[in-house]
């Protein structure tokens, strides 16, 4: 059975940085993509960055140049290294990824106070 499990959430104030990681399991299950999306209160759920599983990336304009996107194949583990947060960065994060189907975790909030 595929899991999704993210951390690394907060609270922090404009212009700081949060890392969030998300490890999928079994560990020995190969994705072809994974990534994060993420959703506003009373938005819908836009995509923020994916990274295919050699490493190319690709991110939503509106964070280019701010998040890095990475991935641990070993691990199967993808990052999301978020830098310069705004308040309009606030959501919730969903890590998924997609193998024959698409999957995702539970979510994990991030609170960018003004």
């Known amino acids: 059975q595929v899991q999704l499990v993210e951390s690394g959430g907060g609270l922090v104030q404009a212009g700081g940085s949060l890392r969030l990681s998300c490890a999928a399991s079994p560990r020995g299950f190969r994705f072809d993509i994974m990534g994060w999306y993420r959703q506003a209160p009373g938005k819908q759920r836009e995509l923020v960055a994916g990274?295919?599983?050699?490493?190319?990336?690709n991110y939503a304009d509106s964070v280019k140049s701010r998040f890095t996107i990475s991935r641990d194949n070993a691990e199967n583990t993808v990052y999301l290294q978020m830098n310069s947060l705004k308040p309009e960065d606030t959501a919730v994060y969903y890590c998924y990824a997609r193998e024959l189907g698409d999957y995702w975790g539970r979510g994990t909030q991030v609170t960018v106070s003004s």
């Open positions: 990274v295919s599983s050699s490493g190319t990336p």
